[in-house]
T-cell receptor
Framework: AQTVTQSQPEMSVQEAETVTLSCTYD???????LFWYKQPPSRQMILVIR??????QNATENRFSVNFQKAAKSFSLKISDSQLGDTAMYFC?????????FGTGTSLTVIP | NAGVTQTPKFRILKIGQSMTLQCTQD?????MYWYRQDPGMGLKLIYY???????DKGEVPNGYNVSRSTTEDFPLRLELAAPSQTSVYFC???????????FGPGTRLTVL
């Protein structure tokens, strides 16, 4: 069975600092994708970054990067130079078969 | 290009009433999904469809029905609304099962 676990329900970070959100998952597949989604107070789900499991290089998108450890089934999100607009819920997601499995989310607050 | 649109944005129902949440996408995506998000929680899959005429149950299908007569539309029907169905409902679509999912803005439903 596929599972996605986010063990940090809430986190906070000072503006301009760096924060890392954790995600672990379980899958029996060898090739797969992983995603981080952001949900700001507007509720809109926004893709932050994606990682393809067969690529060893960690994905980066501007201030967002991942630390993908395939053997450990770990997929953490690092946000550098945190901005007030980064305040949101962050969900880790694992698509498997025809479905997407989401973690329970981490609520991130950026403190001015 | 509107992406994924949902109507209505907000709705209040009385216990026992029925309604249909509308979802339309203009990206010609084969896969469409309905999720519910309870306060402070992650997304739970209600139903999904891999193409016109094909639907399947997700994690929490009880109390809901769907149909997929066209590629563009994937309505969600609530029969005999109950307070437990108070939630935010998201529709999403993707061209392939392992791709990014594109989300609608959500419908906030309250059952009193």
């Amino acid at each position: 069975a596929q599972t996605v676990t986010q063990s940090q329900p809430e986190m906070s970070v000072q503006e301009a600092e760096t924060v890392t959100l954790s995600c672990t998952y379980d899958t029996s597949e060898n090739n797969y994708y992983l995603f981080w989604y952001k949900q700001p107070p507007s509720r809109q789900m926004i893709l932050v970054i994606r990682q393809e499991a067969y690529k060893q290089q960690n994905a980066t998108e501007n201030r967002f990067s991942v630390n993908f450890q395939k053997a450990a089934k770990s997929f953490s999100l690092k946000i550098s130079d945190s901005q007030l607009g980064d305040t949101a819920m962050y969900f880790c997601a694992l698509p498997t078969g025809n479905q997407f499995y989401f973690g329970t989310g981490t609520s991130l607050t950026v403190i001015p | 290009n509107a992406g994924v649109t949902q109507t209505p944005k907000f709705r209040i129902l009385k216990i026992g009433q029925s309604m249909t949440l509308q979802c339309t996408q203009d990206m010609n995506h084969n896969y469409m999904y309905w999720y519910r998000q309870d306060p402070g929680m992650g997304l739970k899959l209600i139903y999904y469809s891999v193409g016109a005429g094909i639907t399947d149950k997700g994690e929490v299908p009880n109390g809901y029905n769907v149909s997929r007569s066209t590629t563009e539309d994937f309505p969600l029907r609530l029969e005999l609304a109950a307070p437990s169905q108070t939630s935010v409902y998201f529709c999403a679509s993707t061209p392939q099962s392992y791709n990014e999912q594109f989300f609608g803005p959500g419908t906030r439903l309250t059952v009193l």
